[in-house]
């Protein structure tokens, strides 16, 4: 089994930037393509971005011009960079396999992250 570990949450206010990571316990970036989700309280889990094996990228309209997500296959983590956030991106964020077709990994914790002034 693949453990997904992310952090790098917290509190900023608008405007601000946070970068987060997903550290997995084993080898798997290089052959799956993974995805940032995140998820308020009342609403459904939100796909906002995916880096694919191969590197390339896609992101939900919410998030286009203000997220980065990338990858490290040597360090088996992935980031998330988020600049100019905004209140509504207050979300637990987690990371997990983002292909239709394939069984997601058990979900992590989550890390919290709070935009407010």
């Known amino acids: 089994q693949v453990q997904l570990v992310e952090s790098g949450g917290g509190l900023v206010q608008p405007g601000g930037s946070l970068r987060l990571s997903c550290a997995a316990s084993?080898?798997?970036?290089?052959?799956?393509?993974m995805g940032w989700y995140r998820q308020a309280p009342g609403k459904q889990r939100e796909l906002v971005a995916v880096?694919?094996?191969?590197?390339?990228?896609n992101y939900a309209d919410s998030v286009k011009g203000r997220f980065t997500i990338s990858k490290d296959n040597a360090r088996n983590t992935i980031y998330l960079q988020m600049n100019s956030l905004k209140p509504e991106d207050t979300a637990v964020y987690y990371c997990?396999?983002?292909?239709?077709?394939?069984?997601?990994?058990?979900w992590g914790q989550g890390t919290q992250v709070t935009v407010s002034s």
């Open positions: 997990n396999i983002a292909v239709v077709g394939i069984r997601k990994l058990d």
């Open positions: 084993r080898s798997i970036f290089s052959i799956v393509a």
């Open positions: 880096i694919t094996n191969g590197g390339s990228t």
